[in-house]
């Protein structure tokens, strides 16, 4: 008889876990049926949550975009302003700014159509790619690239879009709508990525 008539029929070395006579093997059914007075526990919860990944926005990213959006932002009105002055107008006469672009109702000045024309080159800060790479990293650092979420910042963008179009109170300019589609050409390629 051994400890309080649990470890009968066993050997000291067995009752207490070393078993000589076992082999070792990665497969659980062979452990089991070579070794039965001992007990395998796998906990499927500990290796699930092992090889599921934790997404964290980028916070820093985040902040940085937006403060480069917002800086470019008030140097574009800031052009838009000089504009609108030049013509002989007031902010305050005109519906917004986007109603008074969208009309072509107005002369620009050499510098300005110059700085224009710079910003949305190739290389240009509001050129397609700039502008499609940007929006892009805006939506992977909210997300913190979790692949789930790729469809919803597509919808988020779709959305944006047709609130712009809104705004603008027609058809936006054409290298809007080229943006537009590059921007969902990137979440395509996303998307991809993540079934792969």
């Known amino acids: ?5 649990i470890t009968s029929g066993m050997s000291t070395a067995d009752a207490y876990g070393t078993y000589s006579s076992a082999k070792k093997s990665s497969d659980a059914e062979s ?19 092992a090889s599921k990944k934790t997404y964290k926005q980028d916070t820093a990213l985040i902040t940085k975009l937006k ?10 009105k800031s052009l838009v302003e000089q504009i609108i002055v030049n ?11 986007w109603s008074f672009l969208a009309s072509g109702d107005f002369t620009v000045d050499a510098a300005t159509k110059a700085q224009a024309q710079a ?6 800060y509001w050129s397609v790619e700039q502008t499609s790479g940007r929006i892009i990293d805006f939506a992977t650092a909210l997300t913190g690239g979790d692949p789930d979420k ?11 879009f047709e609130q712009a179009t809104k705004t603008w109170g027609d058809k936006l300019p054409d290298i ?9 050409d990137k979440f395509d390629k996303l998307a991809e990525a993540a079934n792969a």
């Not at 452990?31 to 949550?49: L, R």
């Not at 809007?176 to 969902?184: D, E, L």
Request: avoid cysteine; aromatic fraction near 6%; proline fraction near 0%.
């Open 31 to 49: 452990v089991k049926e070579e070794n039965t007075s001992g007990v395998i526990y796998e906990s499927s919860a500990a290796t699930e949550t």
């Open 119 to 124: 910003d949305i080159a190739e290389d240009g």
């Open 150 to 160: 790729i469809e919803a910042m597509r919808d988020a963008f779709k959305k944006g």
């Open 176 to 184: 809007s709508q080229k943006t537009y589609q590059a921007v969902m």
């Open 67 to 76: 403060a480069d959006a917002d800086a470019r932002t008030a140097q574009f």
């Open 1 to 5: 008889m051994g400890v309080n008539g």
């Open 87 to 97: 013509q002989g107008k007031t902010l305050g006469k005109t519906d917004s700014i």
